[in-house]
């Protein structure tokens, strides 16, 4: 059975759709290649692409994979370093008793760590074993390369203006804040793994499948603005056994699934992420 886990590539995608992104002020945009000094915020013809950088999708999965380990009652290392003056902090012995370990702790004497551990890394120069990479993304659908972790997107700079709500003031504005969005945003994320274990893609499946579920709470939503509406992402994994051409039908939005997918979904399903599951349950079990 464990041969199984040979069937899976190191390389595995997200289907991630979102009406709006925010993400704080880090969206990387090709704006100053295309606009050539004329951009204008609010030209709806501007065909900017750009990047969003990992970080915040990243602390979206691990956030969903934190949750999948303690709702089977496992504990996931805390996401935090466990320094002195956050050990004092109520919020870290708070999320102590909610579910997490002190980072690293499982790693203490010699022990293999938890899963979350094993997934995102811990201390200094040891890499997590999934690669998150960012997502590029374009307005040009036709120019989108979904095999290779890329979406549509469209660019949009959003001004709010901040007004004074004394009466006197005649709704005066006090400031003006900019922020960076991505409006209609479709496309795959790619995650690499750096070594492939039938437990880590059993809870980056079970993990997805958490967010999708959830993603309204406010908790779960991914990057900013989530107070209005921002970040709430549909999200699935593609079956991992779909080949290339397999995985571009998955975003077009004009070709359905073929028999074979079909098949291999039910493959997937039935065998291979039944067979994982039983794993990630041993690990979470014998784990910290
Ligand atoms: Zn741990």
């Not at 013809?45 to 994979?65: T, Y």
């Not at 991992?240 to 039908?249: A, K, M, S, V």
Request: hydrophobic content about 30%; aromatic content about 8%.
């Amino acid at each position: 059975m464990t041969a199984m886990i040979e069937d899976i590539d190191r390389d595995v995608f997200v289907q991630v759709q979102t009406d709006l992104l925010v993400v704080g002020d880090s969206i990387m945009t090709d704006r100053h290649h295309a606009s050539n000094g004329n951009y204008e915020d609010n030209d709806p013809q501007n065909q900017i692409g750009g990047i969003i950088p990992a970080f915040s999708l990243s602390g979206w999965l691990r956030h969903g994979m934190e949750k999948v380990v303690q709702e089977r009652e496992g504990t996931a290392c805390h996401p935090g370093e466990s320094n002195a003056n956050f050990r004092k902090d109520d919020v870290y012995s708070r999320d102590i008793e909610a579910g997490y370990h002190p980072k690293g702790d499982c790693v203490e004497d010699g022990n293999e760590g938890c899963v979350i551990h094993d997934l995102f890394g811990g201390f200094g120069n040891q890499p997590g074993k999934i690669m998150r990479r960012p997502i590029k993304f374009s307005p040009v659908r036709s120019s989108v390369d979904y095999t290779r972790g890329q979406a549509e997107g469209h660019y949009r700079r959003i001004n709010r203006n901040v007004v004074s709500r004394n009466q006197e003031d005649n709704r005066e504005p006090l400031r003006n804040a900019e922020l960076d969005a991505v409006g209609n945003l479709d496309g795959s994320w790619h995650l690499s793994y750096r070594e492939v274990k039938p437990e880590f893609v059993a809870l980056l499946a079970e993990a997805i499948e958490f967010l999708d579920a959830h993603k309204t709470d406010f908790m779960h939503q991914l990057g900013g603005a989530r107070n209005f509406g921002g970040g709430i992402v549909d999200c699935e994994l593609v079956n991992p056994l779909y080949e290339e051409h397999e995985l571009r039908r998955v975003f077009d939005r004009g070709k359905g699934n073929t028999n074979k997918m079909d098949d291999k979904d039910e493959k997937w399903r039935e065998e291979y992420l039944s067979e994982f599951k039983t794993e990630l349950v041993e690990r979470i079990e014998g784990g910290p």
